[in-house]
């Protein structure tokens, strides 16, 4: 193997994916040059005439990232690949014994802005059969990360033990970790959610929101500050730093009945995360990693965040609103619960 592109990693990356995450970071290396230098945004954002499998138009950096990605894995350790822009799993080294799915670049729509974009993955052991390697609870994932195109550029893994910051040093070159691990705080008071859709939300997220917005003179007692960068790994990394919630639920528009997110490369990689750094991850109902996607490409809803925080929306899912104000609220029996 070349020379190692994260300092630690003998101690931060278990031994049988540290070939797979070696590569993923060269991946990203590469892509933070190319995007930093790829000069006009207009360029890297402009339409390449296709529809990805969920049926959005991919731009021509969501391409490059495909293709960044796919080069850098080639016969490595990983057996199956699926992404978002690829409608089937790909068999890429039938020796490997691991399965990414992954997201190459996620926030397309803020491309064209220099906003922060990302990538995000997760690992899994491989299986007789593409499906089986995929089509199975989020739980059985050994692995998951992100890299984050902002103002740094950062690299969060977890491999079930905790989750660990990196940065990229550009002078030279590798990935240097953070002292700390990331942990979520257990209560915050910012949240994210596109309030755009507020008319398609369920009565459980409208009367949520509605009582956020009251402020302190609604049942919650206190004022909310609210954040949306529309790319759900910043979103996460926010979270991941100084806690919040974010919330993309399912809602009436035919598109997201099964909310808006994809299961295998975006919902369940952040659940991950977000359940190794001490927060809570739901469709509302059920514990995110619980499920099982039928399909590769998959919608599920995805709530996720400070535990506290994330427990009160579940409440709201749980009590009709009139009882929900009754228990929860200012002066409602369980105070207690944030
Ligand atoms: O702005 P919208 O349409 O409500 O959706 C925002 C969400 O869609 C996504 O951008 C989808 O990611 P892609 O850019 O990979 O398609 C999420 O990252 C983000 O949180
Ligand atoms: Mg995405
Ligand atoms: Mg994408």
Redesign the pocket.
Known sequence: MSESMLDDADEIVPPEMRDCVERLARAVATLSRHIARGGDAEALDAETGGLNPTG?SSRALDLVADATFRHALDGGSVRYLVS?EAEGADEINPAGKLAVAM?P?????NIGVNGPIGAIFSIFPAEATAEASFLRPGREMTGAGYALFGAQCLLVLSFGRGVRKFALDPDSGRFRPAARPLVIAQEAYEYAI?AA?DRHWDRSVRSWVKDCLAGRDGPRGRDFNTRWV????A?THRILTRGGIYL?PADTRQSCRNG??RYLY?CAPVAFLVEQAGGVATDGKERLLDRTPRTLHERAPLIFGSARTVERVRSYYRFPDSEHVALFGTRGLFRSVP
């Open positions: 959005e978002e997201d670049l996620d926030g397309s729509s596109n859709n529309g790319a759900i790994v979103d993309y808006r997110l975006e």
